[in-house]
């Protein structure tokens, strides 16, 4: 009964040792959309439009995955050694040269997303004026000289934001943080022009408490 | 016997498997490791020689400057100092340091930048560097001269310890105490302090030191009390339509000083509460955020234009006019402008811009971003232009079609204001617009029209 228990328990220390081991090197899952026969949006009037181009489609540009489209992305896929199923996945969008159909194509801002991610990672479960001024911080600090003078190169600024180390930054940000990244971008700053954010709570860098507090939102302190 | 034999003999291959397993398991993680170490090494090793080789030419180019005789030869200089500048500071600010360690070095190396992107527009204009101007490259070319030495002495002590950036941010590091993990942190400090010492830049750029502690124009009006403010945040909301009101944060130091309130609606929820912060000085409403969710849209962009104009007059913003408007997720982002007519004229004055968010669901406003308008409006004392609408439209390009001619106020980045004609005009089946001085004819901006979905320009 020992020897089972035993062996009952090494299974499990091993089994856990490798799956650790497995899951901290895996890939961060990649969220995938196909667009086949029946699909409909903006992303498909940017195939057409693509295929078009390069003369692989006639029709026009409806935006609606009909039959035209399903022949021309297949005639698509043979010409690109891609397998020709006629449904348009990552592989074949990225052949096309169109950015996986997420929030970031559509809206025409490419540090929408990134942002987005941000306020998702540093502050889901904030209220909603809360995940604006993180949004808005990160704004501020592109037009600081004291820091990078890009979106990308605030938030990946070594050190800067704990969803970076964590990776909690990978994660795909909900409706929420899209929105607020969307009205941080647009100019909303609820912070009052702060450019540094903490949680009292989880904080013990001094530097950062001997900072001015310019507003208190949720569990978060601004400051300039 | 034969079952104890048999029992010891699994427990000695358990063991063994055991030890195997778990030797295998952390040489992979270690050499993992050990990977990434050295990549992140390498990436970290190459900025900082990059960054020292950016600081040696800005140091070079700003001793050059010197001894240069013609303007030619000084905008090429400033060209590169701009670009060497611009380029050092994306690179300490990409070294895993931490921030209070470096802030003043990136703020070095971005006034530099920026300044001499300055000059080098000043030079193109026809102007000779001022004598104030050459005193601040001298005391620049210290700093920078100082700021090589300082990070050639670093490399070299790294090079000589065999230290790594990559231990730096090593958590197991710090639980072991080991302190050599802040030897740069504390090495970047002390040259931070000395960067410190520099000249006051003042200059046409949006560094510039007047321009980061630029004082709202709105607090020169006189002060209101807590409860008046409260009064205005009901009169904005609607009395009745207001369930609970408090405020939201306990501070409102930020750029312009404030009351921050939060109102939940009458049948709504505590989540869903609004935010509004009202200006101390003059009490006005500095942005609002409702963040409701938006039903399906049932009324058109033309309507909602209307909507958020009417919303703005009846809050005290008057002279309004629409500017550009954007839609996204059954909300339309509508940009407002005031319009100065002191002069006898109608000028758009671009300064004083507010943004207004209408859902289009039911027609209600649910979000106002004023902040900037009450940074930069004011009462401008404008005079008529010196140049005529043609005698400007002579100076734009002769490939644009015009279609729309009017004077307009617009800000440079320095925030300077400049009293221009606005052309907009098509080209090639694209959109410009094209700003002239109406002072002295000067092109002082050009913009693209870029079509995004949703977007529309309202001229």
């Not at chain 2, 403010?229 to 306990?250: L, N």
């Not at chain 2, 015009?402 to 221009?420: D, G, H, K, W, Y």
Request: hydrophobic letters at 40%; a positive charge; charged letters at 20%.
């Amino acid at each position: 009964m020992a020897v089972k228990k035993f062996t009952v328990l090494l299974m499990t220390v091993l089994i856990v040792c490798f799956s650790c081991y497995t899951y901290i090197n895996s890939p961060e899952a990649i969220i995938a959309v196909d667009y086949r026969w029946g699909s409909r949006g903006p992303t498909v009037v940017e195939i057409q439009r693509r295929l078009k181009n390069w003369g692989y489609y006639k029709g026009n540009l409806d935006g609606i995955y009909g039959v035209k489209t399903y022949s021309a992305v297949l005639n698509f896929q043979k010409k690109n050694g891609l397998s020709s199923d006629g449904v348009v996945g990552s592989r074949t969008l990225a052949a096309l040269g169109i950015n996986s159909g997420r929030a970031s194509a559509s809206s025409g801002n490419k540090d929408l997303y990134l942002l987005a991610c941000a306020i998702h990672g540093e502050a889901r479960g904030e209220p909603y004026t809360g995940q604006v001024a993180v949004g808005a911080v990160i704004v501020n600090r592109t037009r600081n000289p004291k820091f990078p003078s890009t979106v990308a190169g605030v938030i990946y600024q070594p050190g800067a934001f704990t969803a970076v180390t964590d990776g909690q930054i990978n994660i795909p940000p909900g409706d929420t943080a899209l929105k607020a990244a969307q009205d941080a971008l647009n100019g909303w700053d609820p912070s009052g022009g702060a450019i540094y954010y903490y949680n009292p709570a989880k904080t013990t860098n001094k530097w950062i408490w001997s900072r001015p507090i310019v507003k208190v939102i949720g569990k978060h302190y601004f400051c300039k | 016997m034969e079952q104890v034999m048999k029992k010891r003999s699994i427990y000695s291959v358990i063991a063994a498997l055991l030890v195997v397993g778990v030797t295998t398991l952390s040489c992979l993680l270690y050499i993992d490791r050990m990977q990434f170490g050295n990549r992140l090494q390498g990436k970290y090793q190459k900025e900082l020689y990059d960054l020292i080789g950016n600081i040696q030419n800005l140091e070079t180019d700003l001793s050059k400057i010197g001894v240069s005789a013609s303007n030619e030869q000084c905008a090429l200089l400033f060209g590169d100092i701009w670009r060497q500048a611009g380029s050092a500071a994306d690179r300490v600010n990409s070294l895993p340091i931490t921030h209070a360690a470096i802030s003043q070095t990136s703020k070095f190396l971005n006034q530099v930048s920026d300044f001499s992107y300055t000059l080098v527009k000043n030079i193109g204009n026809g102007n000779t560097l001022t004598a104030g101007e050459w005193d601040n490259i001298k005391s620049l070319r210290n700093n920078a001269a100082y700021l090589r030495n300082e990070l050639s002495l670093l490399q070299t002590q790294m090079e000589d310890g065999g230290f790594k950036w990559s231990e730096i941010r090593y958590e197991g590091g710090r639980l072991l105490g080991r302190a050599q993990a802040n030897v740069t942190d504390e090495r970047f400090a002390s040259i931070d302090k000395e960067m410190e010492k520099r000249p006051t830049l003042i200059y046409d750029g949006p560094f510039s030191e007047n321009v980061l502690n630029i004082t709202p124009k709105v607090s020169s009006e006189p002060q209101i009390g807590l409860n008046d403010a409260k009064e205005k945040v009901m009169d904005i909301i609607g009395r009745s339509r207001i369930s609970e009101i408090g405020s939201y944060s306990s501070k409102g130091e930020g750029r312009i000083a404030v009351y921050p309130f939060y109102v939940v609606l009458k049948g709504s929820d505590k989540s869903d509460a609004i935010s509004i912060d009202i200006s101390k000085n003059g009490g006005h409403m500095v942005y609002m955020i409702n963040p409701r969710a938006v039903g399906n849209a049932s009324i058109d962009n033309k309507k909602a234009i209307d909507i958020g104009l009417k919303f703005l007059a009846d809050n005290g913003f008057k002279n309004m006019i629409p500017t550009f408007s954007q839609g996204t997720d059954n909300t339309l982002v509508i940009n407002y402008v005031y319009v100065d007519d002191s002069s006898g004229s109608n000028v758009v004055i671009y300064p004083d811009q507010i943004k207004v968010k209408v859902a289009l669901d039911n027609g209600e406003v649910i979000g106002v971003e004023a902040e900037k308008y009450l940074m930069a409006h004011h009462e401008r004392a404008l005079h008529k232009a010196k140049l005529s609408a043609s005698e400007a439209r002579a100076k734009a390009s002769k490939n644009i079609k015009i279609t729309n001619t009017r004077l307009a106020v617009i800000p440079m980045l320095s925030q300077r204001e400049v009293f221009c004609y606005e052309f907009v005009g098509t080209y090639d089946g694209t959109t410009y617009i094209v700003y002239i001085n109406a002072e002295d004819g000067n092109e002082e901006n050009i913009l693209q029209i870029i079509d995004t979905p949703g977007g529309q320009l309202a001229v």
